[in-house]
């Protein structure tokens, strides 16, 4: 098993982004236009409520890919996926849960949860650790068996 780099972990979170801000950007303002149109004055309390809940929509509906996909559309695009650290079998809901959470603290740090990937020797972000999770490679030819971790950061495989 290998481990997936800072630098390929980084051009998934790139792509997810992008998937985010448009998300974001076509997320209608729903009730908010009556009150832009009628009374400008007194939307700013409405808008700044409709932006926080805006925010979060990419980070839930990541949580739910997680879950179903055991990865987020970046990731799977270059062919990484998210398991369990101990097992390496699929993350369970609670551990996608947990990783969400993670992503909202490594968020509200500025990213430095993030950066803890390049010192981690298996390449462990905050939100990692937070749900016991690993990142690998998943273009990685099959083998049979599943492959022993070692918490030395060298894995075998059978």
């Not at 801000?21 to 908010?32: E, I, S």
């Not at 979060?56 to 890919?65: D, N, Q, S």
């Not at 101990?86 to 500025?110: H, S």
Request: charged share 15%; glycine share 8%.
């Amino acid at each position: 098993m290998q481990y997936a780099t800072y630098s390929r972990r980084a051009r998934a979170l790139f792509i997810d982004s992008i998937w985010w801000t448009v998300l974001v950007l076509f997320v209608p303002l729903g009730p908010l236009t009556e009150d832009l149109l009628s009374a400008p004055a007194r939307a700013g309390p409405s808008i700044l409520l409709w932006s926080a809940v805006a925010q979060c929509i990419p980070v839930v509906v990541t949580g739910v890919m997680w879950t179903i996909w055991g990865t987020s559309p970046g990731k799977r695009a270059l062919g990484l996926r998210i398991v369990d650290a101990d097992t390496a079998e699929p993350m369970t809901a609670r551990q996608a849960a947990m990783r969400t959470l993670g992503y909202l603290v490594c968020f509200a740090t500025c990213g430095a949860g993030f950066l803890w990937v390049l010192f981690n020797p298996r390449g462990q972000g905050l939100h990692d650790l937070m749900a016991n999770t690993v990142v690998i490679d998943g273009k990685l030819p099959k083998t049979r068996g599943r492959p022993q971790l070692r918490h030395d950061g060298h894995d075998e495989l059978p």
